[in-house]
Structures are given as structure tokens and as C-alpha cells.
């Protein structure tokens, strides 16, 4: 034999990849794994369930023959394959489709199931309109709190501005001792008293903000004619009653 050539096409064209058998040896293994299953599958024997679904779809599928006593009945009184029943027509061209019960379970446990799934969606969509009313209900509590909240602060401003009035009217007519401790507006820096003096000698604790306005309003009205909402003093009471239009917010609003 001639001594091979390895410039010559024959030996270049050779596949010399290196690990290109071990892939080929993969590619036929799985290959002929693929051909066992199919043989398995193939000669494995079927169930009996399986065999009854077979040979029961394989009848529903074919039609109905003359070997059928109904349909032969049928035609014996004219009926023709594809017609729909009724002496007019309007019946039904198909048969009634089986539903085939394979499970285990009773008669009426299908509707117990889809009863109770209703009932469950039921309560759902119940917790959920419970659940809108209650946030809600919550929102409005938050507004009719923050609108409170706004109405006490403009209050609480209402009576800082009236004690500062009754404090500064008091003293021009030499008054140096206000009628209600809080008449006037406590200094920041005072020395404090025996707590229990205080107590005995100060209820104004007791009064709520809108009270001690209402009381504080009379008393600036009726001893020095002033009006804290029009902010202006009066000559006398009939000046007062003639020209105010009220003694409360909601009259000079």
C-alpha cells in the first residue's frame, strides 16, 4: 500500500473534530431511548377504564345504524339521518351527550361543590363591600375630625384674641386684678403657686374653650361695650345693641 497523503482532499474532508464521537454516542443513545419507549409504550396493556373509553368513544363517534331498534323505529315513521326531530322540525338533530361519571363520589356532589364555591364567592364579595363601607366610614370620621380639629384651633384663636383684649381694656380703667384668672393671658414666665391653692382658687379647668369665649364675650360687651368679632368699642349699650349686628361668630359671619 501507497503511504497516505495528508495534503490530499481525501484526508482533509475527514471530520477530525475533536470530541465529535462522544456527541455522536449521545445522539444514538437518546435516539434509541426515544425508540424503547415507544416500543413500551406500544406493548404495554392497556386498563380496563382505558379499553372502556376507547370502545366508548369509538361508538359515540360512528352513527346510528339500522341494527338500532330506536332508530329504526324512528325511520319505520319517516325519519332521515340528519333531519331534526318533531313532526316540524324545531327538535334537536344531535343526540343528548353523555356525561360519563368516572369519580367516586355521589349523586349531587358536583352541585354541593358549586354550591359551596357560590357561597364562598358570596362571603368574599360580602367582606369586601364590608370592608369599602368600613374605610368609608373611617374617611368620614377623619373629616368630621380634622373639620373639628379646625373649628377648636380657630376657636382656641378666637379666645387668645379676646383675652388679650380684656386684659388691655381692663387696665386702661386701672382694673388690675382680671374678674376669671383666665380673663387674661397667663404670663409665659410666672412663678408657680402651691398646686393645691391653685385647684381651690381656679375651676376654669372645668370650661371647655367655646364656654369660656361665650362667658369672656359677655363680659367684654357688657363692661366695656367691646365687640370682639366687629373689634370696636362702643360709647354705651345702646351703641352696642344698635350697631353690632350680634354677640356670637355665627352673626358676624
Request: net charge negative; with cysteine; glycine share 6%.
Amino acid at each position: 500500500d501507497e503511504e497516505e497523503d495528508y495534503m490530499s482532499d481525501l484526508f482533509i474532508k475527514q471530520d477530525v473534530r475533536p470530541g465529535l464521537p462522544m456527541v455522536r454516542r449521545v445522539k444514538d443513545a437518546i435516539h434509541k431511548e426515544e425508540k424503547q419507549k415507544e416500543a413500551n409504550e406500544k406493548n404495554r396493556q392497556k386498563s380496563i377504564k382505558e379499553e372502556e373509553k376507547e370502545r366508548r368513544d369509538l361508538v359515540l363517534k360512528s352513527a346510528l345504524g339500522n341494527e338500532n331498534k330506536g332508530f329504526a323505529l324512528l325511520q319505520k315513521m319517516g325519519y332521515k339521518s340528519g333531519q331534526a326531530l318533531g313532526k316540524s322540525g324545531e327538535g334537536i338533530v344531535e343526540p343528548i351527550p353523555l356525561n360519563i361519571k368516572t369519580g367516586l363520589s355521589g349523586l349531587g356532589h358536583d352541585e354541593l361543590k358549586k354550591r359551596k364555591a357560590e357561597e364562598k364567592l358570596e362571603n368574599y364579595r360580602q367582606k369586601l363591600h364590608m370592608k369599602k363601607q368600613a374605610n368609608e366610614q373611617a374617611a368620614d370620621q377623619f373629616r368630621i375630625r380634622f373639620k373639628t380639629k379646625q373649628e377648636e384651633r380657630k376657636m382656641e384663636g378666637d379666645l387668645r384674641k379676646s383675652q388679650r383684649a380684656c386684659q388691655q381694656l381692663d387696665m386702661q380703667k386701672d382694673i388690675g386684678v382680671p374678674k376669671e384668672t383666665w380673663f387674661w393671658i397667663e404670663p409665659e414666665e410666672e412663678d408657680k403657686k402651691d398646686e393645691e391653692d391653685n385647684e381651690d382658687e381656679c375651676t376654669s379647668s372645668d370650661l371647655s374653650v367655646s364656654e369660656k369665649l361665650h362667658i369672656l364675650t359677655a363680659y367684654l360687651r357688657e363692661e366695656h361695650f367691646y365687640c370682639i368679632w366687629c373689634g370696636t368699642t362702643y360709647e354705651d349699650s345702646e351703641d352696642l345693641s344698635s350697631n353690632c349686628p350680634g354677640d356670637s361668630a355665627a352673626d358676624h359671619d
